[in-house]
């Protein structure tokens, strides 16, 4: 019941940033832990970030950390991904995904799914 819009992707020149949004309208939104994924064309889904009911947990794929950064804003029911030092190899749907019970890093994990945004970055 907990319905998730991603919203923020584009078209990016390697090197830029950009910051996707994860918005719900759910009131229990707020309670979910919160993840990233992302997909290309011919390859797996791949967890990207992720972060903990109360925001003060993250956890970053090793090929995004230092790069990327989780957050969120409860009052707003809205959880970011900031993209920073954009690679082609980001190029990729970005999903966002709620999980009732656990933080974690395989989507298995997860309970709900927005339908995703396109991220491509050019070089």
């Known amino acids: 019941q907990v319905q998730l819009v991603e919203s923020g992707g584009g078209l990016v020149q390697a090197g830029n940033s950009v910051r996707l949004s994860c918005a719900s309208s759910a009131r229990t939104f707020r309670t979910c832990n919160v993840g990233w994924f992302r997909q290309a064309p011919g390859k797996e889904r791949e967890f990207v970030a992720a972060?903990?009911?109360?925001?003060?947990?993250?956890y970053y794929a090793d090929s995004v950390k230092g790069r990327f950064t989780i957050s969120r804003d409860s009052a707003q029911n809205t959880v970011y991904l900031q993209m920073n030092s954009l690679k082609p190899d980001d190029t990729a749907v970005y999903y966002c995904a709620a999980s009732i019970l656990r933080m974690g890093t395989r989507w298995e994990a997860y309970d709900f799914w927005g339908q995703g945004t396109q991220v491509t970055v050019s070089s």
């Open positions: 972060i903990s009911r109360s925001g003060v947990d993250t």
